[in-house]
């Protein structure tokens, strides 16, 4: 993964993606999640037209699983229930930084503000009441999903 392909990511508008302005500028539009292990960070997108892209620090992006209709599915899906998951928990920010190791960073896009909330990874695996585990889960089955869409393809 460059940086230049990560912060193009938080530089789109809802227009970008979808070919117009939106009404709600309020609504997520799409969402990033980011963990740093020990080898490096990765970074899984979900957009609303349901593009769906894994970024890897080492370079093993995985860009375009949008086109299978499953991945994009799920990654529409993701992102229409953003509201519900960043709510109370998002703060607004202006910049991105990538997570600590072992904590996961959540970016909610949205044409007014990036919003961010973050939870150490250990938490979310293991507290399923957590807010936040549905997201981290449903995220988790994107990048699986997406990887063996690819795969499959290749």
């Not at 990654?75 to 072992?102: C, H, K, Q, R, W």
């Amino acid at each position: 993964m460059t940086t230049e392909s990560r912060n193009a990511v938080f530089k789109l508008k809802s227009k970008d993606v979808v070919g117009a302005e939106n009404e709600h500028a309020e609504m997520v539009w799409g969402i990033v999640m980011e963990a740093t292990y020990d080898d490096g960070t990765l970074t899984a997108v979900a957009l609303i037209d349901g593009t769906a892209s894994l970024l890897n620090s080492k370079g093993d992006d995985i860009t375009g699983a949008g086109k299978h209709d499953d991945v994009a599915g799920l990654a529409s899906a993701i992102v229409n229930g953003g509201d519900l998951f960043f709510a109370g928990y998002g703060e607004a920010v202006t910049e991105t930084p990538m997570p600590d190791a072992n904590n996961v960073h959540f970016y909610f896009l949205t044409d007014t503000a990036i919003l961010k909330a973050d939870q150490a990874e250990e938490e979310l695996m293991e507290e399923h009441d957590h807010p936040l585990a549905p997201l981290y889960h449903t995220m988790q089955l994107l990048m699986s999903v997406a990887q063996e869409k690819m795969e499959q393809a290749a």
